[in-house]
């Protein structure tokens, strides 16, 4: 299915129904009161969270989306029906901002979640609320109120652990099916990924991580260039990124040089992004003998004046992919303890101060 992470929808929530003026009529009562009902409140219009869909394609064919109106009150203090809310299927990671003003409304991250992107409208009141004293015989009502009409943008953005970063032809496709039960298209061409690929990493039988496959950015994709600014931000979720890097690339140009380049256009995009938790990691240690790979691998950590966590891999062979996976695994396991803690920290100061 082709990836579509932008759409644009009009939803308009229900209005509410009339109120009703009404009078009671009945046999041997002389003075009959005013009995008119309230109408119905408009249907809301909900996004709902679905971890079974992975585009925002089917917003390409269907963009409008009408709640159902309220019903009008009715004699003898008959209140109108609701109308029905409608909830609107999203996948998870979709961002919905308001086009006109450009607020973002909410953030879809669970399934099953609602988000209320527009309210039905309040029913109106009957003649019985203005009963009085001095008017025994109100003849007001009041009409349904309409319902919110906005035009949306939603914008996916992957959710994952850990993300894939590289030029074109890194790798990264390949490690990702290894790795993992993904299988996205590989070849020895650039641009092979043309739409993020998600693969779950399973460490055992109760724990497991979600990689994501970012298509290869060029050199200059954070103004634009190519498809970059689509998909640099799927990297704005994740909590580390893997930097791969090809130790014999196609077009000669010197790892550190393709490191520092892609640093610059993390930067120029982001600079929280730039600053995100990022391994390196050298890819097609099958191209090159053991001692070439290190001497290289050691003269570009000089070169970069590198401190961070590296690898040496082949996704091929499997050289150092299971040290990887595992290092990545006890890498999340101390973030999720930290939030913990800070949670706990967050609570414990919370309650002081009440």
Known sequence: MKFVDEASIHVVAGKGGNGSASFRREKYIQYGGPDGGDGGDGGSVYLEGDSGLNTLVDFRHRR????ENGVQGKGQEKYGKKGEDIYIRVPLGTVVTDELSGVTLGDVT???????????????????????????????CTPGEKGEEVQLHLEMKVLADIGLLGFPNAGK???????????????????????????????GLDSSFVIA???GLIEGAAEGAGLGVQFLKHLQRTRLLLHLVDIAPLDEMPPADAIRKLEQELM????????????????????????ESDKLVERVLRELNWSGPWFLISSVTRKGTDELVQAIGRYLDEM???????????????ADKN
């Open 64 to 67: 409008i989306y009408k709640a």
């Open 268 to 291: 120029n995009f982001d600079s929280s992004l730039g600053e995100k938790p990022r391994w390196l990691v050298f890819t097609k240690a099958d191209v090159l003998d053991d001692a």
């Open 213 to 215: 496959d970012i298509p």
């Open 173 to 203: 496709s390949t490690l990702i099916s290894t790795v993992s039960a993904a299988r996205p298209k590989v070849a020895d061409y650039p641009f092979t990924t043309l739409y993020p690929n998600l693969g779950v990493v399973r460490l």
């Open 110 to 140: 669970e399934h099953g979640q609602h988000l209320l992107v527009a309210r039905g409208g309040r029913g109106g009141l009957g003649n019985v609320h203005f009963k009085s004293s001095t008017n025994r015989a109100p003849r007001k």
């Open 336 to 350: 999720k303890e930290l939030e913990t803690e800070q949670q706990k920290t967050w609570s414990l100061e919370t």
